[in-house]
């Protein structure tokens, strides 16, 4: 009814060489029906060394999932040794890309700012930015939830083309519910995208706010995904850990 497409992301993380990644796309391709690519659009996000492979195997054997990445720099190109830019993911076909990941945000420093940038690299480059935000356990239990997740989406919201702001996706992914095990409750999920979707209308208006896409993720496997996923305020899942396993990440999408 909300009319916004669902997108369910599987994050591989430094999962899986570029061999091991066609396998699995095969067989989690044979194990889905045309049916289960209409409810929801699916993105595989392998490491960057698998992209060009998965690239092929999808035109190849006409797979219509969505290619994904899970990082890129915020510069174009240049002296930035070890880096890949936005321009180079999209001309691999690449359609989305993770940035802000609580991973790269805690272990590689990534400020909200930085992630700005990257969001907007991303836009720039035609693709379309996966913005992770999530508090973390301390900052939770001292009830600093909603401050921290304004915080990390503003630089965003002001940086980024008002024009082109609903092709942002934003992944609301508690960062002490991933690789957890244990997924978030719900309800709480559903009253805290509620809020993040009232943020972006309160800052960009109602028709943006009712356009933006936000995912949920954290410990989304096949027993919880559909609890999510018929929440108001959720459009798709970030999913970790079960994206690799191709029975289970069938399932998941089958469910939700
Ligand atoms: C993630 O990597 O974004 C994630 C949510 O991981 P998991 O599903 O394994 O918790």
New binding site residues.
């Given amino acids: 009814a909300s009319g916004r497409v669902r997108l369910i992301s599987g994050?591989w993380?430094m999962n899986l060489n570029h061999l091991e990644a066609i396998a699995l796309v095969q067989k989690l391709y044979h194990l889905l029906r045309p049916e289960d690519f209409r409810y929801a659009e699916v993105g595989i996000h392998p490491p960057f060394t698998a992209l060009r492979s998965l690239q092929l195997t999808f035109e190849a054997d006409r797979m219509p999932f969505t290619l994904g990445a899970q990082n890129c720099s915020d510069e174009a190109a240049g002296a930035y040794t070890g880096e890949v830019s936005a321009p180079m993911l999209a001309k691999l076909g690449v359609g989305y890309v993770?940035v802000g990941?609580?991973?790269r945000r805690r272990l590689f420093h990534e400020t909200s700012e930085l992630v700005a940038r990257k969001a907007l690299a991303v836009q720039q480059a035609g693709m379309h930015p996966i913005v992770?935000i999530g508090e973390s356990a301390q900052e939770r239990a001292a009830g600093m939830t909603q401050e921290v997740l304004t915080a990390q989406l503003s630089p965003v919201l002001e940086s980024y083309p008002v024009g082109a702001i609903d092709g942002v996706v934003i992944?609301y992914?508690p960062v002490w519910?991933?690789?957890?095990g244990e997924?978030a409750d719900p309800d709480a999920v559903g009253e805290i995208t509620r809020a993040i979707r009232a943020f972006v209308s309160e800052r960009l208006g109602e028709a943006v706010g009712a356009r933006i896409r936000i995912q949920y993720?954290?410990?989304?496997n096949v027993g919880n995904a559909r609890a999510f996923m018929t929440l108001d305020d959720v459009d798709g899942l970030?999913?970790?850990?079960?994206?690799l396993d191709p029975d289970a990440f069938a399932l998941l999408i089958k469910s939700a």
């Avoid at 993720?217 to 989304?220: E, H, I, P, R, Y």
């Fill in positions: 994050n993380k993770i990941h609580s991973e992770c992944a992914e519910a991933i690789g957890a997924a993720g954290g410990s989304v970030l999913v970790g850990g079960a994206s």
